[in-house]
């Protein structure tokens, strides 16, 4: 597993490190909520990213860490776990044939933003993705599975429990990774975030500043 994780993470770090470049501060929203993917996480933490580092930058990181878990646990599964690998690829089955689903499909960097931002006030109303979802009628669906036996229930639980153990392990292993990259992470934050950051709160203290306000010195 070492060999495996240490290459995905070093891939993973090296795509976030193609997209620093590209980011750009957002000024068009603000979060209602705290991101749960990336507050207090141990991933944000290990790359060093935890401190004045915006939350669109943190977050790129923490969910290309979280692609490289689940392609381990699905590995895992695929592998160890024939109930719950069974479970889930009937699932997968199911979710494929029902209405859109807007946040699937997306960059690791979107994946798990809120895809409608403030409708503007003068704004024409079209629709937002989250009515989208919705909209559209339901194809052929699967029919559910014949429900499953006590001892199905309690061996499907057994393999979840062996799957949740076998990715807090990965993650792990991810963290201690992630700390030998710490150099050209922040390599990369001073070079190409730190400066659009400390430009956009120039350009703040610039639009509030006022004449009629006393000036020290």
């Known amino acids: 597993m ?19 470049p590209r980011w750009r501060p957002g000024t068009h929203r603000g979060r209602a909520r ?7 996480s141990p991933f944000v933490a290990a790359a060093g990213l935890a401190t ?35 479970e889930l ?9 029902t209405e859109y689903r807007p946040t699937e499909g997306l960059d690791p960097e979107f994946k ?8 503007a006030p003068d704004a024409p109303y079209l629709f937002t993705f989250g009515e989208l979802a919705n909209a559209e009628e339901p194809a052929d669906v699967p029919p559910p599975p014949p429900p499953l ?21 990965v993650g792990k292993r991810i963290c201690v990774e992630l700390v030998l990259h710490r150099d050209r992470i922040h390599r990369a ?16 203290e610039s639009a509030l500043d006022s004449p009629l306000w006393p000036r020290g010195g």
């Open 189 to 204: 934050v001073t070079a190409f975030v730190e400066p659009q950051v400390k430009a956009l709160l120039a350009d703040l």
């Open 89 to 97: 690829q009937a699932n997968e089955a199911r979710k494929a044939a």
């Open 34 to 40: 705290l991101c749960r993917q990336c507050f207090g």
């Open 52 to 86: 004045d580092v915006p939350h669109a930058v943190q977050h790129a990181l923490s969910m290309r860490m979280k692609l490289v878990i689940d392609a381990a646990v699905d590995e895992y599964t695929d592998r160890n776990l024939p109930l719950l690998s069974r």
């Open 2 to 20: 070492d060999g495996s994780i240490e290459s995905r993470v070093s891939q993973e770090v090296d795509n976030w490190l193609r997209w620093v």
């Open 149 to 169: 036996s006590l001892e199905e229930k309690a061996a499907i639980r057994a393999e979840l429990k062996l799957a949740d153990d076998y990715a807090t392990l």
């Open 112 to 119: 798990g933003l809120d895809l409608d931002p403030p409708a």
